[in-house]
């Protein structure tokens, strides 16, 4: 276990295991390193702009390999212009109703999160 402090505009990413164990059409693994130096190619202006470029990066390290793998990515960025009054959890709903299509059916996020 280990604590790294979170400042304004710092980003978290949490992601499947398919983003590290992603291999090219050579073999070659992309791996925690690799996913960090890709990280570190991004645009961090803001979390969903992060998002993107990382799949589109993944799928330029992937070529013509097809994906065997389920994947999942979340990016958070911690935006120094929300007011503190606003709770963790509702912060959290906002995110989850955010990344959902306009397809699926808001209300059921909302009452999972109320």
């Known amino acids: 276990q280990f604590t790294v402090p979170i400042g304004p505009g710092d980003f978290i ?3 499947t295991d398919h983003y590290i164990e992603a291999r090219s059409a050579s073999g ?3 791996g925690v390193d690799g996913l960090r130096r890709l990280v ?3 645009d961090a202006s803001d979390a969903s702009a992060l998002g993107r470029q990382m799949e589109a ?3 330029a390290h992937l070529g013509s390999m097809p994906i065997e793998d389920d994947r999942s990515l979340l990016v958070i960025r911690f935006d ?3 007011q503190n009054d ?3 959890r509702d912060r959290i709903r906002g995110m989850f109703l955010a990344m959902i299509p306009t ?3 808001r209300s059921r996020i ?3 999160t109320t």
Do not use: H, N, Q, R
């Open 103 to 105: 397809t699926f059916a």
């Open 80 to 82: 120094p212009g929300i």
């Open 110 to 112: 909302e009452d999972l």
């Open 28 to 30: 070659e693994m992309l």
């Open 86 to 88: 606003i709770s963790w």
């Open 13 to 15: 990413v949490l992601y």
């Open 57 to 59: 990066k993944i799928g």
């Open 40 to 42: 570190a190619s991004c």
